[in-house]
């Protein structure tokens, strides 16, 4: 049952995850969203709750579901998201589907996995040195993040 009797436009979608329509990333992106919609109802909440995939989640749930995945858009990133959407006929307001939200994630994800080494070349070009083991001040790292690139807020 690839995709869960989802679209052949969705089966598209899912075969381009690592594992397809039966890996675990998919059943990964599918407890995601499922959890997204038990906050939406309340999850402390005792009445009936919408089956399964079929409903939507807020399109404010968006990054936060990226995020779960593993992908962390910028602001830019995710405008670009909202803006490929609202061609659609998405705003603000809408919801969206598990099927669009894996085909978004499969559009706008990273090529490319973040490794150790480069995670390592980022704090050397803020001056970190693990060889000599001299880290990075906090006062700095903090004026650096929220001074320079993207912004960024203390929230």
């Known amino acids: 049952?690839?995709?869960?009797?989802?679209?052949?436009?969705?089966?598209?979608?899912a075969a381009l995850l690592e594992g397809g329509a039966d890996g675990?990333?998919?059943?990964?992106a599918k407890d995601y969203f499922l959890y997204a919609q038990l906050r939406a109802q309340g999850e402390d909440a005792t009445r009936d709750r919408a089956a399964g995939l079929g409903g939507t989640v807020a399109l404010s749930e968006l990054p936060k579901?990226?995020?779960a995945l593993g992908h962390f858009p910028t602001e830019h990133?995710?405008?670009?998201?909202?803006?490929?959407?609202?061609?659609?006929?998405?705003?603000?307001?809408?919801?969206?589907?598990?099927?669009?939200?894996?085909?978004?994630?499969?559009?706008?994800?990273?090529v490319f996995a973040v490794e150790r080494e480069d995670i390592d070349a980022a704090?050397?070009?803020?001056g970190a040195d693990a060889e000599i083991g001299r880290g990075i001040d906090r006062k700095d790292l903090y004026r650096t993040?929220?001074?320079?690139?993207?912004?960024m807020t203390r929230g």
């Not at 049952?1 to 979608?13: E, H, I, K, L, N």
């Not at 704090?123 to 803020?126: G, I, K, M």
């Open 145 to 151: 993040l929220t001074h320079e690139g993207e912004p």
């Open 123 to 126: 704090f050397e070009a803020l």
């Open 1 to 13: 049952a690839a995709g869960d009797g989802v679209g052949a436009v969705a089966d598209r979608f």
């Open 77 to 110: 990133e995710l405008r670009d998201m909202y803006v490929e959407l609202n061609a659609e006929g998405y705003d603000a307001s809408s919801s969206i589907s598990f099927d669009r939200f894996v085909a978004i994630y499969v559009n706008h994800r990273s």
């Open 65 to 67: 579901l990226m995020r």
């Open 24 to 28: 675990e990333f998919y059943r990964e």
